[in-house]
């Protein structure tokens, strides 16, 4: 199965009750499922049906799902409010009487801010507000499905950018098995050649030589990490083979191998060693940065 990652961006149309609609809805990482929804005044009564088709189609995300609406050419009903008419007229006829001008015209008093209004789709009957609302989560679910395939779509891409990181990893902690294995007698023949500088022509017993060395090959022995490494290369491949909601789970995975690949190299006692696992630390780096994109 394919991973699914926690980006994307769907949108989806309607049209209904005089207003045509878009729903735009994009994701972005997210620790939980975070949906925030932006939609003019009067329409909350969708955000609670809004909710659970999210719920039922995420796991992880902060999903922003944006309401945009347009009247119709027919719902363009215009009306004059009587009652701001009425004033406006008792006001010009007032202000005529006082000041002896000509009273206000009929186009005047119709221009006045309030006389002629818009009716509002938003005010609408409970039936007319059932069926559309109905219209508006018919397309809301559209948009989540098409948000979805995205995620998808996103999930098919970053499972081949995870392969190829834990592909290297997998390599570079195969070196690093190779060079750990050649400490041993490297840093005999080192201890070998301080003491013989240090004390001259006195010869240090083969004994005490191999005691030291073995001290140090303990401190320096990484073997405990290095399977740890390839267990965890184990564990990061069936997790992505998996195909389930599985981002948390290689998160904690990449963190641990972050761990193993420091106490190499704290515990390395050879150069080619310590550059291999700082090439490890910076492929580790890159998958998890991949993994934090993951549902």
């Known amino acids: 199965m394919t991973l699914v990652s926690m980006t994307g961006f769907a949108d989806a149309q309607g049209a209904g009750a005089g207003l045509r609609w878009r729903w735009e809805v994009k994701s972005v990482n997210g620790r939980s499922l975070d949906l925030r929804l932006r939609m003019p005044t009067g329409f909350d009564s969708v955000e609670p049906a809004a909710r ?14 944006t309401l945009t609406l347009e009247m119709t050419e027919g719902a363009r009903a215009m009306r004059i409010d009587a009652g701001a ?20 015209r009929v186009d005047g008093l119709l221009a006045l801010k309030g006389v002629i209004v818009q009716d509002d789709p938003s005010l609408i009957d409970d039936v007319g507000r059932a069926a559309r609302d109905a219209g508006l989560l018919e397309s809301l679910a559209g948009a989540f499905d098409a948000l979805v395939r995205a995620r998808r779509n996103e999930g098919a891409k970053l499972g081949a950018l995870l392969e190829s990181e834990i592909d290297e990893i997998e390599r570079l902690t195969g070196e690093a098995s190779l060079l750990a294995a050649q400490q041993l007698p490297q840093m005999r023949q080192r201890l070998k050649a301080q003491l013989d500088e240090l004390i001259g022509t006195n010869k240090v017993p083969e004994e005490r030589l191999a005691q030291e060395a073995a001290l140090l090959a303990l401190r320096a022995d990484v073997r405990e990490e290095l399977d740890r490494l390839v267990a965890h290369v184990q564990e990061a491949r069936a997790l992505l083979a ?6 948390r789970r290689i998160d904690f995975l990449a963190q641990e191998f972050n761990r193993e690949a420091n106490t190499l190299c704290s515990k390395s006692a050879d150069i080619a060693l310590t550059q291999v696992g700082l090439a490890l630390k910076a492929a580790i780096d890159r998958f998890r940065e991949q993994a934090q994109n993951v549902e």
């Open 242 to 247: 998996s195909g389930d909601a599985v981002g």
């Open 52 to 65: 659970m088709l999210a719920a039922e189609r995420f796991r992880r995300g902060s999903i922003q799902a």
């Open 85 to 104: 008419l009425a004033s406006a007229v008792r006001i010009a006829q007032e202000v005529a009487l006082e000041t002896g001008l000509a009273p206000a």
